[in-house]
Structures are given as structure tokens and as C-alpha cells.
């Protein structure tokens, strides 16, 4: 069982278009994170949010947290060719230090 | 700090051997957690230690898998008798713990068993 559904799985779009990914669950999170993976490599963290309803903004990535803290979505603005990877949602329960991480989307940003 | 470190980058090995995959997490981090990565099934928790202890250890797919941590600066993930479906990039991954959980990722060892 998939705790985290990520849509789309494959995103492929021109430089400069805006996108949006979601990451859905029936869970209740404490924290929310999304990570970039690049081929090769690890992970790597992004933003973390903790609060229901919580947006942040990192350049041109908006990261919001649902108010019921069972979604999250990631919306790039003016997306550009070094966006492109595996873009993971992971979610971390109540006095639980372990993260799942949702099924991933894998973005191209065609120049 | 160098990050976490994980041995080898690439391993080949026929089915039946043991396989012993190495990882040295960021030093001060109390959380090592091991994952593995498929196309099909994405990236899996396998365990987790806190303080050199399993804490959760339900995603380890059958006895075959096993884990360890002797020190804090240590651990290793064992695969004995390796079967080709075991083929996968396993991750190691360290983190402090709450009030900051960004877990800090090793570049993988991509394993394939013929």
C-alpha cells in the first residue's frame, strides 16, 4: 500500500511553462518534505513544511501543505532545463521519525 | 563533513553470493535509515536505527536481508543468499532526528545480481 500518490508520475514540458505536481494521501502527516534526485544521486532536500495550510516559497518553487496536513503540492514558475528530475514528496507521522516517500515525479523541462 | 558515505558505488554479483553494502553516515546524526530504490516500487524503506538501535525494521523483504549498526559511524545492510529481484540502488540516509528531520542521502549502491 502506497501511503503517498504523487500526479503526475511523468511531466514533460517546454522551458518557461508553469507546472504543478501533488502528492495526496488518506494519512495525516506531522511534516511534509519534497526532494530533487538528479540521475546518480541521492535525494536531496528541498523544503520541509510543518504547518497546516503553510506555503514557502524557494525562488521560483511554491511548496503548500494541505490544511488538513494530508496533501502537499509543488508549483515551479517559468520552469527552466536545470528543474528537470525525480521530484519526491515524504511524509513523517506523529512521534515517528520515519519518512515515506510518495511514488515520485519525473520531470523534463525540454529547452 | 563529507556527507554520508556509502560502499561500493557498484556491485555485480550471481545469484546465491553474499552481498555487503557499507554506509557511514554524517557524523552528530543519530537517525541511519536504509532504503531501496526501483522503478516499480520507488523508494522503500528497508530500517531504521537511533543510537546504533533497529527501531523499525518491517520493510526488510525477508530473513535474506539483514542490518547492522556496531558504532555510531557504521553500518552495514547484508544480503545472504542474493537473488536477482534484490537488484535495486539501496540508499543509506542519516538525519538528526525532530525538531529537524532532513534526512541527508548517500549517492546509493547500485546493486545487480545476475
Known amino acids: 500500500t502506497q501511503l503517498l500518490e504523487q500526479s503526475p508520475q511523468f511531466l514533460s514540458i517546454q522551458e518557461g511553462e508553469n507546472l504543478t505536481v501533488y502528492c495526496n494521501s488518506s494519512s495525516v502527516f506531522s511534516s511534509l518534505q519534497w526532494y530533487r534526485q538528479e540521475p546518480g544521486e541521492g535525494p536531496v532536500l528541498l523544503v520541509t513544511?510543518?504547518?497546516?495550510?503553510e506555503v514557502k516559497k524557494l525562488k521560483r518553487l511554491t511548496f503548500q501543505f494541505g490544511d488538513a496536513r494530508k496533501d502537499s503540492s509543488l508549483h515551479i514558475t517559468a520552469a527552466q532545463p536545470g528543474d528537470t528530475g525525480l521530484y519526491l514528496c515524504a511524509g513523517a507521522r506523529f512521534g515517528n521519525e520515519k519518512l515515506t516517500f510518495g511514488t515520485g515525479t519525473r520531470l523534463t523541462i525540454i529547452p | 563533513d563529507a556527507g554520508v558515505i556509502q560502499s561500493p558505488r557498484h556491485e555485480v554479483t550471481e545469484m546465491g553470493q553474499e552481498v555487503t553494502l557499507r554506509c557511514k553516515p554524517i557524523s552528530g546524526h543519530d537517525y541511519l535509515f536504509w532504503y531501496r530504490q526501483t522503478m516499480m516500487r520507488g523508494l522503500e524503506l528497508l530500517i531504521y536505527?537511533?543510537?546504533?538501535?533497529?527501531?523499525?525494521d518491517s520493510g526488510m523483504p525477508e530473513d535474506r536481508f539483514s542490518a547492522k549498526m556496531p558504532n555510531a559511524s557504521f553500518s552495514t545492510l547484508k544480503i545472504q543468499p542474493s537473488e536477482p529481484r534484490d537488484s535495486a540502488v539501496y540508499f543509506c540516509?542519516?538525519?538528526?532526528?525532530?525538531?529537524?528531520?532532513?534526512?541527508?542521502f548517500g549517492q546509493g549502491t547500485r546493486l545487480t545480481v545476475v
Open positions: 540516509a542519516s538525519s538528526r532526528g525532530r525538531p529537524d528531520p532532513e534526512a541527508f
Open positions: 513544511v510543518v504547518t497546516g495550510g
Open positions: 536505527f537511533n543510537n546504533n538501535v533497529p527501531i523499525d
